[in-house]
Nanobody, 121 residues
Framework: QVQVVESGGGLVQAGGSLRLSCAASGSILSIVSMGWYRQAPGLQRELVAVITSGIRTNYADSVKGRFTISRDNAKNTVYLQMNSLKPEDTAVYYC???????????????WGQGTQVTVSS
């Protein structure tokens, strides 16, 4: 019903930048929020940043001042601009879309497959 596709990951040196993109498509009536999560080996998946339909944002303390989340509502797309990257930012980054789809009343979460971000020291 909803497809979520991330792109933009890769390998970058510490101090560098990357921009992730995530597009949601399908039988979407409305999107409540879109967000980025990450999971490093051996660790639990954690919130990185989230943006609501009203463009309210929330960031993990570890990325405040370095990462910026933004959204293009017309394209159902969310971006994550990552600056001043650190080796500890290395993880698989997942996009989550919370949306109401055709035929449903409540919003549900839809996840992408993830994109690898590797920051070398």
């Amino acid at each position: 019903q909803v497809q979520v596709v991330e792109s933009g990951g890769g390998l970058v040196q510490a101090g560098g930048s990357l921009r992730l993109s995530c597009a949601a498509s399908g039988s979407i009536l409305s999107i409540v929020s879109m967000g980025w999560y990450r999971q490093a080996p051996g660790l639990q998946r954690e919130l990185v940043a989230v943006i609501t339909s009203g463009i309210r944002t929330n960031y993990a303390d570890s990325v405040k001042g370095r990462f910026t989340i933004s959204r293009d509502n017309a394209k159902n797309t969310v971006y994550l601009q990552m600056n001043s990257l650190k080796p500890e930012d290395t993880a698989v980054y997942y996009c989550k879309t919370t949306a109401v789809v055709v035929g449903q009343v409540y919003a549900y979460d839809y996840w992408g497959q993830g994109t690898q971000v590797t920051v070398s020291s």
